[in-house]
Each structure stands twice: as C-alpha cells, then as structure tokens.
C-alpha cells in the first residue's frame, strides 16, 4: 500500500504543485499546501486508493485545505497597489504577463479561482470540476465565466490576441 502512494506522488505532485502555486499565488506557500495535502492523503490512503478517482480525492483535500487557508489570512494578505503594467512584447513582459495574471486571480473569489483553476491548469471537464467541488455543472459555468471577465477586465493582455492563441485570451 505505501508503494501505491509513492507512485501516486512521484505522478501526481507536480500537477497538484502547479495548482497549488496558481491557487496560492506563492511558492512557498504552494509548497506547504501540496506538502499538508499529501500528508493527509497519506493518512487515509486506503480509503482513497479503494475510490474510483483518487485524484479527485486529493484535488478536493487540497481546494479544502486552500480555501481554509485562504479564509483565516485573507484579511491579512496585503493587496498590492499602483497601476498596471502594460503587457511588453518581450520575454521579460511575459514574465510579466503571467505575474499579472496570477494576481489578478489572487483577486477573485476562492470558488471562481478554484473553478478557474480546475479548468485551465488541472484541464476538467464542468462535470469533473462540479463533482470535486460538490457543485451542479451549471454551477461551475456560471463561476467560470464570471472569472474569466473579471480576469480579461484587470489583465487587458488576456483579451488581445497573440502568436500562441490566433482566437484571443482565455477562452
């Protein structure tokens, strides 16, 4: 059983990382949730391991866990001021661009984050995302298209064409 686990980790943490670091906006903190998420599963790998979707599993320990995190210091996270950058052309500006982009979704509200997240950085379908957030798929739409505004309202760059995406922005 502790083998199936190990694989399950050396699979799957770098997929939960690059969640976590999109729902946590910083590294370290990403790490710590990855780390306390993978310690809970842990501890109940034999029930996880004996459900039909232990990554939805785990998925939904780590959304918990960040939503609880998110709750006890949201008041105490700084919000960052000053104006825009304008999105550079260059690869520094795309540095730029994804930092934009990850605070403006430090913005959004933790379901349509969550929901975000789910969609675009772990690639769910409405109805996977609905049943890992206990959610109804129309649910999920709603959330997810009230995100994307507001992301393409405070990131412009998100609503402009480039090489990589010809029909413009987060679709």
Not at 10 to 32: C, H, I, K
Not at 74 to 84: K, M, Y
Not at 124 to 134: G, K, V
Not at 138 to 146: E, F, G, I, K, N
Request: glycine residues 4%.
């Amino acid at each position: 059983m502790e083998t199936d686990f190990q694989g399950f980790v050396t699979a799957r943490s770098a997929a939960l990382f690059r969640g976590a670091l999109v729902l946590t906006g910083n590294r370290d903190a990403a790490e710590d949730l990855v780390q306390e998420t993978l310690e809970r599963a842990c501890r109940k790998w034999r029930t996880i391991a004996a459900k039909d979707a232990p990554d939805a599993y785990v998925r939904r320990i780590m959304v918990n866990l960040a939503n609880d995190r998110w709750r006890r210091f949201r008041r105490t996270v700084p919000q960052p001021d000053g104006p825009d950058r304008a999105a550079p052309s260059d690869e520094y500006g795309q540095v730029d661009s994804r930092d934009q982009l990850v605070r403006a979704l430090q913005r959004l509200p933790m379901r349509m984050r969550t929901v975000v997240v789910l969609r675009y950085f772990h690639d769910l379908s409405d109805a996977e995302i609905a049943a890992d957030l206990a959610i109804s798929p129309s649910t999920v739409r709603s959330q997810l298209a009230r995100g994307l505004e507001k992301l393409r309202s405070e990131v412009p760059a998100l609503s402009r064409p480039s090489p990589r995406q010809p029909q413009g922005g987060i679709r």
